[in-house]
C-alpha cells in the first residue's frame, strides 16, 4: 500500500498508533527527533524509522519524502502542527493529527485553500480529540434542521498522557471558550450543567475543547458548548480566579509545571487501565423555537480510540481516499465513520 509516516511515534500516544497499525499488517515508517528511541521502537516492529526534528525545515521536508500521509502525534501541537503541516503543503501530502487545540483547528482552517491547491488534506483532532464528538454532532445537528444550539458533554474520561497534561496546560490562561453567534469567544463565568449519560443527571463544566472550533466547520451550528463530568481536579481548576490562571500560563511557570509533569505523572495510563475504561458523550442541539434533540454514545476509552481512528485515517489518506482542503473527521468521512469501529454504541433519544 502507499507509505504513511507516524512522526512522535516514540511518544505514548504515538507508540500506541504505531503498535496499532502493525497489529492491522500496516507498514507505516516510524519517525522523531531521537534516532536511538526512534530505531528501538521501530526495530522492535520490524519497522522502518527516521530521525529529524521540525526546527530545521529542509531536513523535515527531506524526512517526509515520499510519503502520502503524515500522521502527526508530537504535541503540544501549538508548537508542532504548523511546521509539518507548512512541510507537507510544500510537499503534497496528507496532514493528519490528534490535536484538540483550539488554536491549532482554527489555524489550519486558514490554510484550506492552500491544501486544496496543493491536493492534499489537512485533517487534524483525528483521535478522541475529536473523532467521536465530531461525529456525534453531524449526526444529531443533522437530526434537527435549522438547529441553533448545540451542547456536547463528554464523560467518563480518566487519566491522561504526559503530553495530554502538557497540552491543558497550555490553555490555563483561557477561560471557557465557548461559540456564540459563530464566534469564538471567552466566557466571564465558567458555566455548570448537568448531563445523562445513561444513569442519570451528573454534574458537568464548561471546558474549552476542540470541538468549539470543529463542529462548527462540521454543522454550521452558531452556539456551540463542550462540558467535561465534573471531577474533584476540574472542579478545582473551574474555580480558580482569573488573575491566577494568567499567573499559571507565564512562560516561567509553564515552564516550572511541565517540569513537574515530566517527573511525576506516568506516561499514560496502563494497558489495564485502558482496557476496563470507557468514554461517554451526549449530543444535545436545539433550534430557535425551543425544540431539542439529543443522541448519546459509549466509546472505548480514549487513548485506545485515538489509535484505530487516526491509524485508519492515516490510512485512508494514503491510498488516496482523502478529499483535499481543510477537514474535520465528519466532512471527511461522515457522521457514522465513528460507527466503523468497535466498541461504539450510538442511541437518539
Do not use: N
Not at 497489529?23 to 507505516?28: K, T
Not at 503534497?92 to 485553500?113: K, M, N, P, Q, S
Not at 476540574?234 to 474555580?239: C, G, P, Q, T, Y
Not at 491509524?311 to 465528519?330: F, K, L, S
Amino acid at each position: 500500500m502507499s507509505p504513511f509516516l507516524i512522526y512522535g511515534a516514540t511518544g505514548y500516544t504515538g507508540r500506541l498508533c504505531a503498535e496499532h497499525a502493525v497489529s492491522r499488517g500496516l507498514r507505516p515508517v516510524l519517525a522523531g527527533r531521537s534516532a536511538s528511541a526512534v530505531r528501538e521502537l521501530a526495530e522492535g516492529l520490524g519497522l522502518e524509522w527516521r530521525a529529524f526534528g521540525l526546527d530545521d525545515p529542509r531536513a523535515l521536508r527531506d524526512g517526509i519524502r515520499d510519503m502520502k500521509a503524515v500522521l502527526h502525534a508530537a504535541g503540544p501541537f501549538s508548537a508542532t502542527a504548523l511546521p509539518m503541516a507548512q512541510a507537507c503543503l510544500a510537499a503534497a501530502t496528507h496532514y493528519i493529527d490528534i490535536t484538540g487545540e483550539i488554536d491549532v483547528f482554527e489555524a489550519l482552517a486558514t490554510r484550506d485553500d492552500e491544501a486544496a491547491a496543493a491536493r492534499i488534506m489537512l485533517l487534524p483532532g483525528a483521535g478522541f480529540d475529536v473523532v467521536p464528538s465530531d461525529c456525534l454532532a453531524v449526526h444529531t445537528a443533522a437530526r434537527l434542521p435549522g438547529a441553533t444550539r448545540l451542547r456536547l458533554s463528554i464523560g467518563g474520561f480518566q487519566g491522561m498522557s504526559r503530553g495530554t497534561a502538557k497540552t491543558m496546560l497550555e490553555g490555563v490562561a483561557y477561560g471557557t471558550r465557548s461559540r456564540r453567534g459563530g464566534r469564538i469567544v471567552e466566557l466571564a463565568q465558567t458555566p455548570r450543567a448537568t448531563a445523562d449519560f445513561g444513569h442519570g443527571p451528573r454534574p458537568t463544566i464548561g471546558l474549552g475543547w476542540g470541538d468549539v472550533a470543529t463542529a462548527w466547520s462540521s454543522t454550521g451550528v452558531p452556539e456551540i458548548d463542550v462540558f467535561f463530568q465534573a471531577s474533584p481536579a476540574l472542579s478545582r481548576a473551574a474555580a480558580m480566579p482569573r488573575l491566577l490562571k494568567r499567573l499559571l500560563a507565564t512562560g516561567i511557570s509553564q515552564r516550572w509545571l511541565k517540569h513537574g509533569i515530566e517527573r511525576r505523572l506516568p506516561a499514560g495510563p496502563t494497558p489495564e487501565q485502558r482496557a476496563h475504561s470507557q468514554c461517554l458523550f451526549l449530543a444535545e442541539a436545539w433550534d430557535a423555537r425551543g425544540r431539542r434533540v439529543a443522541s448519546r454514545m459509549r466509546s472505548p476509552e480514549g487513548y485506545t480510540l485515538t489509535a484505530a481512528t487516526a491509524v485508519e485515517i492515516a490510512r485512508r489518506a494514503a491510498t488516496g481516499d482523502a478529499p483535499t482542503g481543510y477537514q474535520t473527521p465528519a466532512t471527511a468521512y461522515g457522521a457514522d465513520f465513528i460507527l466503523s469501529f468497535d466498541g461504539i454504541e450510538r442511541v437518539d433519544l
